[in-house]
């Protein structure tokens, strides 16, 4: 690692000098603008909008619009007169418990390396922030720029965690937050079941960039002259349940799948009944004694058709039988009637 500032920390009247490394990188693939015929780069020329000359990075300023097409330009003198008190020094305020300082404030990270004969001063800092369970609140100006920042212990050594202001943190408006939304204690205690069955501990090196890993693959693939191996289709996210019940139920039961554990039986398992269980059995109970009537009524209705039906069937049995018969006694006196004339 290169070190990008070098200065002291100044805590107290102990004076720490220390150098500054960049504590992240971002691992996002980068390209160039070329041309798509024969791969050439693209450049782009700084040039005024005015005069229409290109411009060398000697002669540009930087300028203020105020509006109305007026511009107010500050040169490197301007800036140089700016008070930044801590220039060259990272300046501890006060010190405060870590949960007190919102994650939303931090933006930067760099690590602090002792430099020279500061290592005893660095680690004794360093272990007076571990013993006491703080952070401290310093300033410090990077780039031309005083930002307020925080120190604390990351693997033995400190890390500096530059702050956005205040002022920086936008207020969230959204018209959701002045409606009287309810949601129902069944509801609550499902949601926190379904956060229970997905607890777990937080293992960072577990989780990759699934996108950036295929894109690699598209890289390599086009530089070996391979064809380009189809990444496994993601799961499509499930549509919107109607049922709000219905979708963290089947997601509890979806999470306990996921981590091998057999389903509740019946919805309820075994253990004292909880709100969940004791709504399902009721909402149950309720349903099977609907069913039931409409059961009976149809097997009654069906009991009716069937007596109905057999006078018919035996009225349509003997009508039968007679039919039958019929032909019988015609065959009987056609034989007789011979013997009569002899």
Same mark, same amino acid.
């Given at each position: ?77 301007d800036f140089a007169d700016l008070p930044l008190t801590s220039s060259r020094a990272i300046d501890v305020l ?212 069937? &007596?109905?039906? +057999? $006078? *018919?069937? #035996? !009225? =349509? %049995? @003997? /009508?039968?039988?007679? &039919?039958?018969? +019929? $032909? *019988?006694? #015609? !065959? =009987? %006196? @056609? /034989? ?7």
């Amino acid at each position: 690692m290169r070190a990008i500032w070098k200065g002291a920390v100044s805590f107290g009247l102990v004076s720490i000098g220390v150098r500054l490394y960049s504590a992240t990188e971002e691992k996002d693939i980068r390209f160039h603008q070329v041309h798509r015929e024969d791969g050439g780069r693209i450049r782009y020329k700084r040039t005024c909008s005015v005069c229409g000359e290109e411009v060398t990075y000697d002669d540009i300023a930087k300028g203020y619009d105020i509006g109305g097409g007026e511009m107010v330009i500050l040169t490197d003198e301007d800036f140089a007169d700016l008070p930044l008190t801590s220039s060259r020094a990272i300046d501890v305020l006060e010190f405060v418990p870590a949960e007190q300082v919102d994650p939303i404030l931090y933006n930067k990270a760099y690590f602090l390396e002792p430099e020279g004969a500061a290592t005893k001063p660095y680690v004794l800092l360093r272990d007076a922030l571990i013993d006491s369970e703080r952070v401290a609140i310093v300033k410090v100006a990077l780039r031309q720029r005083e930002q307020l920042a925080t120190l604390r212990v990351r693997e033995g050594v400190l890390l500096l965690n530059t702050m956005l202001w205040p002022d920086e943190i936008r207020t969230p408006d959204f018209g959701f937050l002045d409606e009287d939304l309810k949601v129902r204690p069944p509801e609550l205690a499902m949601a926190s079941s379904l956060i229970d069955s997905m607890t777990g501990e937080f293992e960072p090196d577990v989780f990759t960039d699934d996108y950036r890993a295929a894109l690699q693959e598209v890289i390599d693939a086009k530089v070996e002259g391979r064809e380009v191996v189809q990444p496994e289709e993601v799961e499509e996210a499930p549509a919107a349940a109607v049922d709000l019940m219905a979708a963290l139920k089947a997601s509890v039961e979806r999470a306990k799948a996921a981590r091998g554990e057999q389903p509740a039986r019946g919805g309820g398992g075994g253990g004292e009944p909880t709100p969940i269980s004791s709504a399902r059995s009721a909402q149950k109970a309720a349903e099977k004694k609907a069913a039931k009537a409409p059961a009976k009524k149809t097997t009654a209705k069906k009991t009716a058709e069937k &007596k109905a039906a +057999e $006078p *018919a069937k #035996k !009225t =349509t %049995a @003997k /009508k039968t039988t007679a &039919k039958k018969a +019929e $032909p *019988a006694k #015609k !065959t =009987t %006196a @056609k /034989k007789a009637a011979p013997r009569k004339s002899a």
